[in-house]
């Protein structure tokens, strides 16, 4: 006797892929959180941040099986629909953001056109265009039967709420598309943290495990999947700490030209400042490769994500702040010398000082070229006097004023 064999539904690998993709994009609106923010996972809808200055719900589409946000998709018009619904209800307002996520590159006539909606006002026409598109253009409507029993509900739903709900909720929509693979669309966000390429995926594991760990656990405590971004955060510092074991960051491989040396020595205040208290030309095209060296290395830093933008700041910060210091203690210790050597001490102790960034080691080159940086835009200066020089004063031969702060002699 043959026992006849079931077959397994072809949808189940689909519905579980949509389900999972619903804690990647959680991950992902933690990694774009700020302090005092809480991300859920179905709770006001697939995904909601709360917390900040505005409520953002996010419906996310797998789009596996087929385009999501077809003209006439289901999922498309339900989740108008339900949203919609829940303005209604006041579970949602007006002033929420509403997001559209795909994971795959998928578009449609009407969402993309949503969603180029900035201003309520210019809801108004779009409006008026779907009405006639599934209803029929005024006066001659009545239409709404002719469309498929599985959409009209939906469609319908949509298209008789009022102008207002209607132009407010099309205004706050975000139509957002992923490259295929929701995880890999996190590396981006990741980089933005500061974290080492190399570290990347194995922090990329951990904070996806811990974030689907947590939310079960919550779940079976009968408590809503809500996760703050006090704990996420102390979770991808420590998931950080244990797998970006990088300590010095890595110096970009860089040749620079006889050309390009000649061009800064012509060209460069930070050159003019460092011929004010008569530098040797040696020490003017070592110059010339610190300051070169270390631009490409802030650039390339930058756009691999190891340091953050602020980052940059604080060290340039602290930079001219030991400047500073500097410069008023020479004041004191080298009141009465001639001004080029005050210049030329100052320098040299900014130049041997050590700084980390962003906690790390820096090539040696770098505080250098950092300072000539700050000196070309006269930020700092190593003359006592560069303000006056730097507005063409032909002045020579002055002893330093510790009481000066720049501009004036002695």
């Not at 906690?359 to 006592?384: C, E, I, M, Q």
Request: net charge negative; charged share 25%.
């Amino acid at each position: 006797m043959k026992t006849a064999s079931r077959k397994r539904s072809t949808q189940a690998p689909g519905q579980f892929y949509g389900y999972s993709i619903q804690t990647t994009r959680m991950v992902a609106r933690l990694l774009q959180c700020t302090q005092g923010q809480a991300v859920s996972l179905e709770v006001l809808d697939d995904v909601a941040v709360t917390g900040g200055m505005e409520v953002v719900a996010e419906q996310s589409k797998s789009g596996l099986v087929h385009n999501p946000v077809a003209d006439r998709s289901v999922d498309l018009w339900k989740t108008l629909y339900n949203w919609v619904e829940a303005i209604r209800s006041g579970a949602l307002t007006t002033e929420t953001k509403f997001i559209l996520y795909v994971a795959q590159p998928y578009g449609g006539t009407i969402v993309e056109r949503i969603s180029k909606i900035e201003r309520p006002q210019e809801a108004l026409s779009v409006i008026a265009d779907l009405r006639d598109m599934f209803w029929g253009v005024e006066p001659m409507r009545g239409q709404k039967a002719s469309l498929p029993d599985s959409i009209a509900k939906y469609v319908n739903g949509v298209l008789e709420a009022s102008d207002d709900t209607l132009s407010r909720l099309f205004a706050g929509l975000e139509f957002v598309t992923g490259s295929g693979s929701p995880v890999d669309d996190l590396t981006p966000l990741l980089k933005e943290k500061a974290i080492g390429e190399a570290a990347v995926e194995e922090i990329l594991k951990s904070i996806l495990g811990w974030t689907k760990k947590r939310v079960e656990k919550l779940i079976e405590a009968k408590r809503p999947p809500i996760i703050n971004w006090e704990e996420f955060n102390c979770q991808l510092i420590s998931a950080a700490r244990k797998f970006d074991r990088s300590e010095v960051l890595t110096p970009t491989t860089v040749e620079i030209t006889e050309s390009e040396v000649e061009h800064e020595l012509q060209n460069r205040q930070y050159i003019r400042q460092l011929r004010w208290v008569d530098c040797a030309d040696f020490d003017l095209v070592r110059a010339v490769n610190d300051y070169l060296r270390s631009s490409v290395d802030r650039t390339t830093w930058s756009e691999r994500g190891d340091v953050l933008e602020s980052s940059f700041e604080e060290f340039s910060d602290q930079l001219e702040r030991y400047w500073d210091n500097r410069r008023r203690l020479a004041g004191i210790e080298l009141s009465g010398r001639p001004e080029t050597q005050v210049g030329q001490a100052l320098l040299m102790h900014c130049l041997m000082v050590t700084f980390h960034l962003q906690g790390l080691d820096v090539p040696s080159y770098f505080v250098p070229g950092s300072y000539h940086a700050l000196a070309d835009t006269f930020k700092v200066g190593w003359h006592p006097r560069f303000g006056e020089l730097r507005k063409g004063s032909t002045s020579t031969a002055m002893v330093y004023d510790p009481d000066d702060d720049g501009g004036g002699i002695a």
